[in-house]
T-cell receptor, first 112, second 111 residues
Framework: DAGVIQSPRHEVTEMGQEVTLRCKPI?????LFWYRQTMMRGLELLIY????????DSGMPEDRFSAKMPNASFSTLKIQPSEPRDSAVYFC??????????FGPGTRLTVT | QQPVQSPQAVILREGEDAVINCSSS?????VHWYRQKHGEAPVFLMI?????EQKGHDKISASFNEKKQQSSLYLTASQLSYSGTYFC????????????FGKGTLLTVNP
């Protein structure tokens, strides 16, 4: 069974550009999470969905960030416009229950 | 608020034991433990819930002191494969989903 799939794996973009990160959760998992990891701040929860509905987006840093989950097998995290301080590894994770979360391989974003 | 992990780093020889601690200033509903190897994604190890329920890998053990808002992860007879950064994630308010992670403990196991 395939795990969580994220694309692209690496993204380099210039400040001011729009960035879209994509995630395909594990089939049958009702929960989807977006995290950001940096050396300074560690692993931070940005937003999570249950059955495609956003439940908590209090971790989204500002209005430049938006996330959608149009169906059970796809989610996007968009940054518009991007800034150098957005450089980080972005993880998507999915979960079938209240217990373990399964993380994808991550997208390493570099904004120059 | 971010939970505090200690120690920040530990170096072991294969076969030795280690304890990693996680402490929160807020009342906790659950504590989750993950391990991340360099350049890889975090991998679930264990969850401890208020009330005593636990779920996780057989070879990993942990404790959860609800009154002190602390958890400890016990790694016994360490193997080379145990090397990595260990994170605790905590949740409050009756939810298991909204996790706040500590900054991690880097564990290195040498032959």
């Amino acid at each position: 069974d395939a795990g969580v799939i994220q694309s692209p794996r690496h993204e380099v973009t210039e400040m001011g550009q729009e960035v879209t990160l994509r995630c395909k959760p594990i089939s049958g998992h009702d929960y989807l999470f977006w995290y950001r990891q940096t050396m300074m701040r560690g692993l931070e929860l940005l937003i999570y969905f249950n059955n495609n509905v956003p439940i908590d987006d209090s971790g989204m840093p500002e209005d430049r960030f938006s996330a959608k989950m149009p169906n059970a097998s796809f989610s996007t995290l968009k940054i518009q416009p991007s800034e150098p301080r957005d450089s980080a590894v972005y993880f998507c994770a999915s979960s079938p229950s209240a217990y373990e979360q399964y993380f994808g391989p991550g997208t390493r974003l570099t904004v120059t | 608020q971010q939970p505090v992990q200690s120690p920040q780093a530990v170096i072991l020889r294969e076969g030795e034991d280690a304890v990693i601690n996680c402490s929160s200033s807020k009342a906790l509903y659950s504590v989750h433990w993950y391990r991340q190897k360099h350049g890889e994604a975090p991998v679930f190890l264990m969850i401890l819930l208020k009330g005593g329920e636990q779920k996780g890998h057989d070879k990993i053990s942990a404790s959860f002191n609800e009154k002190k808002q602390q958890s400890s992860l016990y790694l016994t007879a360490s193997q080379l494969s145990y090397s990595g950064t260990y994170f605790c994630g905590t949740s409050g308010g009756g939810s298991n989903y909204k996790l706040t992670f500590g900054k991690g403990t880097l564990l290195t196991v040498n032959p």
